[in-house]
């Protein structure tokens, strides 16, 4: 596999980055610094970028989850209530399960998890701004064009004024809301804001990967290519 691939597909970067990375003379191959991302790799080669080793992509885990209502996004609870590490089964050798941010225990849809602490702190990092995109069914019907003009413009919370929302009315009650940031509650927040309390929240797509047909409580692992994808969903496109 050319180099440049190896480590989009390892998920450091994407692909144009990762290029980058490579031109830069960042990474090296069996010691050797190289600047060529056509170089062949294989599964024998020792691959650093800026000194650290380079997880094989076979070895990288993600999974995306269909989290149901009642169950926590941590990876541990202490109240005993189920999480969604908990819906995917453990990982040979001991390898632990991250949550890629977080939902609310009455959010449903589409959460990330890996096992790969690096990916899921890029993917979380407010500087990545990988757009999010939620359905709502809201309180307070019908929604006013004022309303979605409010969010499209960004709302001021009490942790200060939020960036600007992608919004589209679904119907009088329900509204498909695309965010870059995380903030705690931030959606549920937004629309109580302009008057609309939230009355079912789901996650339906996270960057370029779709919730799709996955059954509440299921989950599928993420394919390299996916995996590549989202690393160039995110503004930053960069490592660390
Ligand atoms: N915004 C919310 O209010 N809750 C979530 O779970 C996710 C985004």
Redesign the pocket.
Request: glycine share 4%; charged share 50%.
């Given at each position: 596999m050319r180099l440049g691939k190896f480590l989009a597909s390892a998920g450091v970067a994407s692909r144009r980055a990762s290029e980058e990375l490579i031109r830069a003379g960042r990474v090296t191959v069996d010691e050797q610094v190289e600047t060529d991302p056509a170089r062949q790799v294989d599964g024998t080669s020792t691959v650093l970028v800026d000194g650290q080793a380079v997880r094989q992509p076979s070895q990288r885990l993600v999974y995306a989850v269909n989290k149901p209502t009642g169950v926590v996004?941590t990876a541990r609870d202490p109240q005993g209530r189920p999480t969604v590490v908990s819906l995917v089964p453990h990982p040979p050798g001991g390898a632990r399960l991250y949550p890629v941010g977080?939902?609310?225990i009455?959010?449903t849809g589409l959460i990330l998890l890996t096992n790969d602490g690096e990916l899921a702190h890029r993917l979380m990092h407010p500087r990545f701004e990988v757009p999010?995109t939620?359905r709502a069914l809201l309180g307070q019907p019908p929604v006013s064009g004022r309303a979605i003009r409010a969010l499209g413009d960004g709302v001021v919370l009490e942790d200060g004024p939020t960036a600007p929302a992608a919004v589209r009315a679904l119907g009088p009650d329900r509204l498909e809301l695309v965010?870059t940031e995380?903030?705690?509650?931030?959606?549920?927040?937004?629309l109580e804001r302009v008057g609309h309390p939230?009355k079912q929240?789901e996650?339906v797509a996270f960057g370029p990967l779709k919730l799709g047909d996955l059954r509440p409580g299921s989950y599928r692992r993420l394919t390299a290519k996916e995996i590549e994808q989202l690393l160039s969903a995110g503004s930053g496109d960069r490592r660390r």
């Open positions: 996004s977080r939902l609310d009455d959010t999010k939620y965010i995380g903030r705690k509650r931030q959606v549920k927040r937004m939230v929240l996650r």
